[in-house]
Antibody, heavy 119, light 113 residues
Framework: EVQLLESGGGLVQPGGSLRLSCAASGFTFSNYAMTWVRQAPGKGLEWVSA????????YYADSVKGRFTISRDNSKNTLYLQMNSLRSEDTAIYYCAKTTSGCCRFDYWGQGSLVTVSS | DMVMTQTPLSLSVTPGQPASISCKSS???????????MYWYLQKPGQSPQLLIY???NRFSGVPDRFSGSGSGTDFTLKISRVEAEDVGVYYC??????????FGQGTKLEIK
């Protein structure tokens, strides 16, 4: 059974940093790209970042480029999102998603991790 | 970024009746490989999103056959042949060809009458 478990969310002040983790199990982690999608309170879904299976390719939304860094440790079956220079508009639930067939078939999602940026 | 426009934004359906959601993209989603990278996701209340349909019309594993996707180019439709109570939630279309980023529609909230 595929399982994705996010952690690391919380309350942080504007300008602060946070690192999210997504622990994966139930599939061969290194064979799949992984994606972060976020959802601001009461809003829709927004793609944030993605990384290839071997971590050679990374992609970012313009809204987070230069501030967020996606990475993975295939030996630990874990995906990360390092978030720096956080802004109030980054407040959201962050979901990690297993990604099949290239970019955008997000076939399994984690339960989400809430990040709140506020003073 | 590619714009995905869903209609309606909300609908209320009697159990057992059909429902239909439209999604229009600002550019064609047909790739040179012959595939059309259009997806449908459902977010049930209090839950994470889940994949329903990929590449226009392919149901993901475990998705009931009352769900069907159709369309081509820039116009797509998700249909539920007979709505059940468990189908409530917000439905999102998403394009995966004009990247980055993949873009979602605004979402369509389905409620039961």
């Amino acid at each position: 059974e595929v399982q994705l478990l996010e952690s690391g969310g919380g309350l942080v002040q504007p300008g602060g940093s946070l690192r999210l983790s997504c622990a994966a199990s139930g599939f061969t982690f290194s064979n799949y790209a992984m994606t972060w999608v976020r959802q601001a309170p009461g809003k829709g879904l927004e793609w944030v970042s993605a990384i290839g299976g071997t971590a050679g390719d990374t992609y970012y939304a313009d809204s987070v480029k230069g501030r967020f860094t996606i990475s993975r440790d295939n030996s630990k079956n874990t995906l990360y999102l390092q978030m720096n220079s956080l802004r109030s508009e980054d407040t959201a639930i962050y979901y990690c998603a297993k990604t099949t067939s290239g970019c955008c078939r997000f076939d399994y999602w984690g339960q989400g991790s809430l990040v709140t940026v506020s003073s | 970024d590619m714009v995905m426009t869903q209609t309606p934004l909300s609908l209320s359906v009697t159990p057992g009746q059909p429902a239909s959601i439209s999604c229009k993209s600002s550019q064609s989603l047909l790739h040179g490989d012959g595939k059309t990278y259009m997806y449908w996701y459902l977010q049930k209340p209090g839950q994470s999103p889940q994949l329903l349909i990929y590449e226009v019309s392919n149901r993901f594993s475990g998705v009931p056959d009352r769900f069907s996707g159709s369309g081509s180019g820039t116009d797509f439709t998700l249909k539920i042949s007979r709505v059940e109570a468990e189908d409530v939630g917000v439905y999102y279309c998403m394009q995966g060809i004009h990247l980055p980023p993949p873009t979602f529609g605004q979402g369509t909230k389905l409620e039961i009458k």
